[in-house]
């Protein structure tokens, strides 16, 4: 038998070959410190996917993340093996401070960013707390990705996400100053400004692609885990989905500006939203493709190592 003194002093005695059904007799009392936590992690989160629009797509990342734990039931590992008191405890004692000094900035001052990104690192450690001291560390490593997967829709403070929209959108007036010398319109770059003949096209953070940069990597982290097995392959179709979301706004871009050049700024007003939905669509369809390629990539080469790794034993 092993003993492991549990979160918020329970206690958990765990056969060592014990399966994790839910339906076993006090499982469901274990199961408490995580809805609490899971629970202010969500209230947390909710008020900045209710308010801000750049996080609406957060509700979305809650299901994906939900079907993604679902997912992994089954093949949950069937060992309960819990760390000891000490070892499991280690994350919560991180985890506390934490906690304590991103609520008390949120209500004595302002809810801000980076109070909501303490507060998931807060809460993601006491879940991996609550999950060691219950089932050990194969089960937490068998549903880390899930959990790493729900700070996609984690507000990131300024200091992170103004220069990579900063960066986005320098990139995209680049290659659109470049495309439209190409095309024969006259093009100048002023900061973020593209100054054509008869008028001037901004490109603000709509433009610069970082809604449809977020849609990339919610989709292709979500994708790439359910269809492909290796590592490399995931992380270069994670790479393959951030330069769709940079293509598809900088042809959005271009679009616009060849829009104000030949019928005038005021143009812009009828095309801008379905030029938002059209990258959405694009990038959506990319990611899809990319998808089916990876995969069968991914077949091919390990059709072709097994026959070599054969011929070797």
Not at 48 to 71: C, D, H, K, T
Not at 75 to 97: D, F, H, Y
Not at 292 to 307: I, K, S, V, Y
Request: net charge positive; with cysteine.
């Amino acid at each position: 038998m092993i003993q492991a003194r549990g979160l918020f002093g329970m206690n958990a005695r765990a056969d060592a070959g014990n399966s994790l059904d839910p339906r076993s007799g006090s499982t469901w009392v274990w199961w408490i410190p995580a809805a609490v936590v899971s629970g202010w992690w969500l209230r947390d989160l909710s008020h900045y996917w209710n308010s801000n629009v750049e996080y609406r797509f957060g509700w979305i990342v809650l299901m994906l993340a939900a079907y993604l734990v679902w997912e992994r039931w089954p093949t949950r590992p069937t060992r309960v093996e819990p760390v000891s008191s000490g070892q499991g405890l280690l994350p919560a004692v991180a985890a506390l401070p934490l906690l304590l000094v991103a609520e008390l900035y949120k209500n004595a001052i302002a809810r801000v960013p980076w109070t909501s990104l303490a507060v998931s690192i807060a809460c993601a450690l006491f879940l991996t707390a609550w999950m060691w001291l219950r089932y050990g560390r194969a089960t937490w490593r068998h549903f880390l990705f899930p959990m790493m997967f729900f700070f996609v829709a984690v507000p990131m403070p300024d200091i992170v996400i103004s220069p990579t929209i900063q960066g986005l959108r320098s990139l995209v007036t680049v290659f659109n100053i470049e495309a439209l010398k190409l095309l024969g319109i006259p093009a100048q770059q002023q900061g973020n400004l593209i100054r054509l003949p008869g008028c001037v096209v901004g490109v603000d953070e709509g433009c610069s692609g970082i809604r449809s940069l977020q849609s990339s990597v919610m989709a292709a982290l979500f994708i790439g885990d359910l269809t492909l097995r290796r590592p490399g392959w995931k992380v270069v179709f994670l790479l393959a989905g951030v330069g769709l979301a940079v293509v598809g706004n900088f042809f959005r871009s271009l679009y616009l500006s060849i829009t104000a050049h030949y019928h005038g700024a005021e143009a812009l007003k009828q095309v801008h939203d379905s030029a938002g939905w059209s990258v959405l669509l694009f990038t959506a369809a990319g990611v899809a493709g990319l998808a089916w390629w990876a995969t069968r990539m991914e077949q091919h080469f390990l059709q072709q190592t097994r026959p070599s790794a054969a011929s070797r034993s």
